[in-house]
């Protein structure tokens, strides 16, 4: 199975701030790469698909960057809204279709 | 709008079954799958599985085969998919969802729709 391994495993940042958030898979997925924002009891929801796809009516603040291996989160300018776990998934070839660890973002 | 709606929490005891269900609607059942993932209190989102409505094909993550079960009824562009879980230990508690699978070859998969989640405690 391909393993995912995002970092930090959480982060502390201000309103206004740019945050990164790497993910990294054991083996090349091209760019089937996904990323999902959960806020606590409530379902994940789709934030960016197949590397650098904005899903529908989701912020433009947010942007998805990478291939083969290494890829990257990025909140422009952090809002409160944004405080949740954020999840990577690779969806490579066929299934398992594993996820990263999360990624819990705070805000100062 | 697209909706999955899932059945409510489930409390077991150890060695007993659970059947989750998942409610579409809003859409075409058949044209996307269906997969489920669980998520302990406090930890991260596991894929378990999924089902193609239109093919009835499945595939199931290692750990649970032989353990797990999906299946679809349906009624048009409405249908229902369900997931049973067998031989529950207190491992299994957690909360369950279902999520619509969109597939093409040049974006790959991706989750776009979730259910709200089953909890399933298991607990003598």
């Known amino acids: 199975d391909i393993q995912m391994t995002q970092s930090p495993s959480s982060l502390s940042a201000s309103v206004g701030d740019r945050v990164t958030i790497t993910c990294r898979a054991s083996?090349?997925?091209?760019?089937?790469l996904n990323w999902y924002q959960q806020k606590p009891g409530k379902a994940p929801n789709l934030l960016i698909y197949?590397?650098?796809s904005l899903q529908s009516g989701v912020s433009p603040r947010f942007s998805g960057s990478g291939s083969g291996t290494d890829f990257t989160l990025t909140i422009s300018s952090l809002q409160p809204e944004d405080s949740a776990t954020y999840y990577c998934?690779?969806?490579?070839?066929?299934?398992?279709?594993?996820f990263g660890q999360g990624t819990k973002v705070e805000i100062k | 709008q697209v909706q999955l709606v899932q059945s409510g929490a489930e409390v077991k005891k150890p060695g007993a079954s659970v059947k989750v269900s998942c409610k579409a609607s809003?859409?075409?059942?058949?044209?996307?799958?269906i997969h489920w993932v669980r998520q302990a209190t406090g930890q991260g989102l596991e894929w378990m599985g999924w089902?193609?409505?239109?093919?009835?094909?499945?595939?199931?993550a290692q750990k649970f085969q032989g353990r797990v079960t999906m299946a679809i009824t349906r009624n048009t562009s409405i249908g229902t998919a369900y997931m049973e879980l067998s031989s529950l230990t207190s491992e299994d508690t957690a909360m369950y969802y279902c999520?619509?699978?969109?597939?093409?070859?040049?974006?790959?998969?991706?989750?776009?729709?979730w259910g709200q989640g089953t909890l399933v405690t298991v607990s003598s």
């Open positions: 197949a590397g650098s």
């Open positions: 083996q090349s997925i091209s760019t089937y």
């Open positions: 809003g859409y075409s059942f058949t044209n996307y799958d």
């Open positions: 999520a619509r699978g969109y597939s093409s070859t040049w974006y790959g998969n991706y989750f776009d729709s």
């Open positions: 998934q690779q969806t490579y070839s066929t299934p398992p279709w594993t």
């Open positions: 089902m193609n409505p239109n093919s009835a094909n499945t595939g199931y």
